[in-house]
């Protein structure tokens, strides 16, 4: 299931059309803030990971203020729509597909 969402996050089909440059490097810069929200906590992890997790997630969530406001402006500027990437945000957190999403975004960005 998720193979097939974060397909069409990426498909020119669906939510996003990669024509630019521009474009590519605001979709980058949305599937690092998911990288960053689904990284695993461990035991003994230092706080500053914490908080950029912590942060991660609420980039996406934030309905009011500037995070909003950047997080709108960014998904516009990816060419995406933004309430289609919070709802896929939400999946992605709350599935048992974690790691998969997380290959499969790594694999994406070239990490």
């Given at each position: 299931?998720?193979?097939?969402?974060?397909?069409?996050?990426?498909?020119?089909?669906?939510?996003?059309?990669?024509?630019?440059?521009?474009?590519?490097?605001?979709?980058?810069?949305?599937?690092?803030?998911?990288?960053?929200?689904?990284?695993?906590?461990?035991?003994?992890?230092?706080?500053?990971?914490?908080?950029?997790?912590?942060?991660?997630?609420?980039?996406?969530?934030?309905?009011?203020?500037?995070?909003?406001?950047?997080?709108?402006?960014?998904c516009?500027?990816?060419?995406?729509?933004?309430?289609?990437?919070?709802?896929?945000?939400?999946?992605?957190?709350?599935?048992?597909?974690?790691?998969?999403v997380?290959?499969r975004?790594?694999?994406?960005?070239?990490?």
């Amino acid at each position: 299931m998720m193979d097939t969402e974060i397909n069409l996050v990426l498909s020119s089909d669906a939510q996003v059309s990669i024509s630019s440059p521009e474009k590519t490097l605001y979709l980058a810069v949305i599937l690092q803030a998911l990288l960053d929200a689904t990284k695993p906590s461990y035991n003994g992890e230092p706080e500053h990971a914490v908080l950029e997790r912590d942060r991660a997630i609420a980039w996406f969530f934030a309905s009011v203020g500037v995070t909003a406001e950047d997080f709108t402006e960014v998904c516009d500027s990816a060419g995406v729509n933004p309430e289609y990437m919070r709802q896929f945000a939400f999946r992605v957190l709350k599935s048992g597909e974690v790691d998969f999403v997380r290959k499969r975004i790594n694999a994406i960005l070239g990490h």
